[in-house]
């Protein structure tokens, strides 16, 4: 039991050490680390690129149509000249003003839904980047109270071993602290997994700017400050971006409604043509109107209206499950504060405490290892509950943040 025990602490020690000697990163330089390298923060913005290119095809004006035609002349009656036939033509299309302005408001629509899709995206990627790093601050500090646990438990083994090597206390005391040694040790090993893990989902959400041999500088402990829920309902339904994204593509199909009705109208060209022939040169000016006799649009029209109502459906749709989203969040919150607070000042104390009755008692011989063994396994979990309680606290803090997209919506107090 001894050797397996001291390869397994030095490996440990080893672990801790190295995650120790790597650059540690606060919460702030992680997030700045994601807005550069995340390759998903650039797509967003060369989608926001393309809508704003999409501005400028929107103002461009229509191309001009030039047709030129040549042929031979030949005479069909006695006299009459022969040569070379030509015509030129120009022809303009002109927009009219309310669909040059539609087309320009659809675009406009446009880059404000991507641009509203940007931020969403930014608000999503941030609360991951907060859920890994308060994710890896939780399984570090479950790894340091299962590192304690085995130290103590090592301390009570060596203890229970002497005791019955000098006959002062039955083998079987000896085995059942070796037990709970080999518990001790495998909670190491699975806490130190769960390190890595949560670090791996970290960098995977920062990107591959952060370096693989990372550490995480922060606390996880703070209960961060929030305004009522009424109050943060209100920020919610005026500043979420998703529901900015959806009020945008509301307002574009609505305007695509009315840019499908202004198509209606008749179209207008101005034509010029110059036609020459050996004996005559001709140049006639013109209108070209096409008229909108058997085609009335009234297919894209319906189809642009029905995307305006289901666009309208989304919206309220999404306004009520984001509604009840913040309403757990908050609650989610609330319970979790409590939990800390009654933790933090009487359970994990009182815990504390009678652990350390029941080593006294076992070091003078008035409490078998049995109570002293369950008098530390309550300690153990009070103390993983702590951190649970804390972490539950953080991620309700988080997801309101995200809901709100509001930096400020969790800092700490």
């Not at 990163?25 to 060369?46: I, P």
């Not at 006639?284 to 666009?311: C, K, N, Y």
Request: aromatic share 6%; glycine share 6%.
């Amino acid at each position: 039991m001894k050797p397996i025990t001291l390869v397994l602490s030095v490996w440990l020690a080893g672990m801790c050490t190295h995650a120790a000697a790597a650059q540690p990163y606060t919460l702030d330089q992680l997030l700045s680390l994601a807005l550069q390298g995340n390759k998903g923060v650039e797509a967003a913005a060369a989608g926001v690129d393309a809508a704003q290119a999409g501005l400028t095809t929107a103002r461009a004006y229509p191309n001009p149509e030039v047709e030129f035609t040549t042929g031979r002349v030949s005479a069909r009656q006695p006299g009459a000249a022969t040569g070379i036939g030509q015509t030129l033509s120009l022809t303009q299309r002109i927009d009219l003003p309310n669909q040059r302005r539609l087309r320009y408001e659809l675009a406009t629509g446009t880059l404000r839904a991507v641009t509203a899709g940007q931020e969403f995206f930014v608000a999503g990627l941030v609360a991951q980047v907060k859920r890994g790093f308060y994710e890896t601050l939780r399984r570090e500090a479950e790894f340091a109270a299962a590192q304690e646990d085995l130290a103590l438990t090592q301390q009570l083994y060596n203890r229970a071993q002497v005791r019955v090597d000098v006959g002062d206390a039955p083998k079987y005391e000896a085995i059942r602290v070796a037990a709970e040694l080999l518990n001790a040790q495998k909670n190491s090993q699975s806490a130190l997994l769960r390190v890595n893990q949560a670090k791996s989902f970290l960098r995977q959400q920062v990107g591959g700017i952060l370096p693989a041999g990372f550490a995480v500088e922060g606390q996880l402990s703070g209960k961060p400050s929030l305004e009522n829920l009424e109050r943060l309902r209100e920020v919610m339904l005026a500043g979420n971006p998703e529901l900015t994204q959806f009020r945008a593509e509301l307002q574009r199909a609505r305007t695509a409604v009315d840019y499908e009705r202004s198509l209606r109208m008749p179209s207008v060209a101005l034509k010029a043509t110059s036609s020459r022939d050996p004996d005559t040169r001709d140049t006639q000016f013109g209108v070209v109107v096409s008229v909108p006799l058997w085609d009335r649009r009234q297919g894209p029209i319906d189809e642009a209206a029905a995307t305006a109502m289901r666009a309208r459906s989304l919206l309220e749709a999404r306004e009520f499950e984001l509604t009840q989203q913040l309403d757990s969040a908050y609650q989610q919150y609330q319970i979790a504060a409590s939990q800390v607070e009654a933790l933090e000042s009487g359970i994990v104390r009182q815990a504390e405490a009678a652990l350390n009755v029941a080593e006294a008692a076992y070091r003078y011989g008035e409490r078998g290892i049995i109570d002293y063994i369950d008098a530390q396994r309550v300690l153990r979990t009070a103390r993983n509950d702590l951190i649970a309680a804390q972490f539950d606290l953080q991620m309700a803090a988080v997801e309101i943040e995200r809901l709100l997209a509001n930096s400020s919506a969790g800092d700490p107090s």
